[in-house]
């Protein structure tokens, strides 16, 4: 398959080591390149099919040198396991309604993300963003990208997912929702409702981001089952990897 991309040699910088976000006392880098308007679609597609995650107009994978514990994680819809807790979740907000919006940022939806990150977020390294570093999350290298809104039956929003749409399904950038919500689950609930989105539009997969065992922040994603991650053989499933390195899923509930 050819992409516009295919005809230049694409540059790839490293960051220079810094605390790692995810595991205390490790260091992390990573490997990284510019978005090209316009090879931007193909290029997102082809390098989060290889790891890559993107972040406004950046594409970026961990490049640690001592480290490889992060790995880029799915959900194949087709066998996906949809338990009687996660069926719970669904019936728990089946009164939210889903809508799909261009990637443009509102007021509104700032002042959720505000509220969101305050209460559980408050010492991370989005806390006290401003309204100008919103838009250009949502907006700056958007890259066949959607906000997916969840409001209640009165019209209020209650959640907001940011997600690109690639060739086989959604990938979830970052979500957010009302920190008054935690019964509902809605962490849980945004990625079942990717997932049931994907399986209705006929697309395989959902992919989650990086999936980092011993991290209570990402570790959450193994509890979506079955989970496939990338590893140097390729796409895996996430019970051989537990297997090999006799490790358990966490329970915690996250969003990246």
Same mark, same amino acid.
């Given at each position: 398959?050819?992409?516009?991309?295919?005809?230049? =040699?694409?540059?790839?910088?490293?960051?220079?080591?810094?605390?790692?976000?995810?595991?205390?006392?490790? =260091?992390?880098?990573?490997?990284?390149?510019?978005?090209?308007?316009?090879?931007?679609?193909?290029?997102?597609?082809?390098?989060?099919?290889?790891?890559?995650?993107?972040? =406004?107009?950046?594409?970026?994978?961990?490049?640690?040198?001592?480290?490889?514990?992060?790995?880029?994680?799915?959900?194949?819809?087709?066998?996906?396991?949809?338990?009687?807790?996660?069926?719970?979740?669904?019936?728990?907000?089946?009164?939210?309604?889903?809508?799909?919006?261009?990637?443009?940022?509102?007021?509104?939806?700032?002042?959720?993300?505000?509220?969101?990150?305050?209460?559980?977020?408050?010492?991370?390294?989005?806390?006290?963003?401003?309204?100008?570093?919103?838009?250009?999350?949502?907006?700056?290298?958007?890259?066949?990208?959607?906000?997916?809104?969840?409001?209640?039956?009165?019209?209020?929003?209650?959640?907001?997912?940011?997600?690109?749409?690639?060739?086989?399904?959604?990938?979830?950038?970052?979500?957010?929702?009302?920190?008054?919500?935690?019964?509902?689950?809605?962490?849980?609930?945004?990625?079942?409702?990717?997932?049931?989105?994907?399986?209705?539009?006929?697309?395989?997969?959902?992919?989650?981001?990086?999936?980092?065992?011993?991290?209570?922040?990402?570790?959450?994603?193994?509890?979506?089952?079955?989970?496939?991650?990338?590893?140097?053989?390729?796409? =895996?499933?996430?019970?051989?990897?537990?297997?090999?390195?006799?490790?358990?899923?966490?329970?915690?509930?996250?969003?990246?």
């Amino acid at each position: 398959m050819t992409h516009p991309f295919s005809t230049r =040699q694409i540059p790839f910088y490293l960051t220079a080591a810094g605390p790692c976000p995810y595991l205390p006392g490790r =260091q992390e880098r990573k490997l990284f390149t510019r978005i090209d308007p316009g090879e931007g679609p193909g290029l997102n597609d082809a390098l989060t099919h290889a790891g890559f995650r993107r972040s =406004q107009g950046v594409l970026y994978r961990p490049a640690c040198e001592q480290c490889d514990a992060c790995h880029s994680a799915r959900i194949p819809v087709e066998t996906f396991d949809w338990s009687r807790s996660f069926r719970r979740v669904l019936k728990r907000n089946d009164d939210l309604v889903r809508h799909e919006k261009p990637a443009e940022a509102t007021a509104e939806q700032f002042a959720l993300l505000t509220r969101y990150l305050d209460a559980r977020h408050g010492d991370g390294d989005m806390a006290g963003m401003s309204y100008g570093e919103y838009v250009l999350m949502v907006s700056d290298g958007a890259q066949r990208t959607d906000l997916v809104e969840y409001r209640d039956p009165a019209g209020r929003l209650r959640a907001c997912a940011l997600i690109d749409r690639l060739r086989d399904g959604p990938s979830l950038l970052y979500s957010f929702f009302d920190p008054d919500d935690a019964p509902r689950s809605p962490g849980t609930f945004i990625v079942l409702d990717a997932i049931r989105w994907t399986g209705q539009n006929g697309f395989s997969n959902v992919y989650l981001g990086y999936w980092v065992p011993g991290s209570r922040k990402m570790d959450y994603k193994s509890r979506f089952r079955p989970l496939e991650v990338l590893t140097s053989a390729g796409w =895996q499933s996430l019970e051989n990897i537990l297997n090999d390195i006799g490790d358990e899923p966490g329970a915690d509930e996250g969003e990246d």
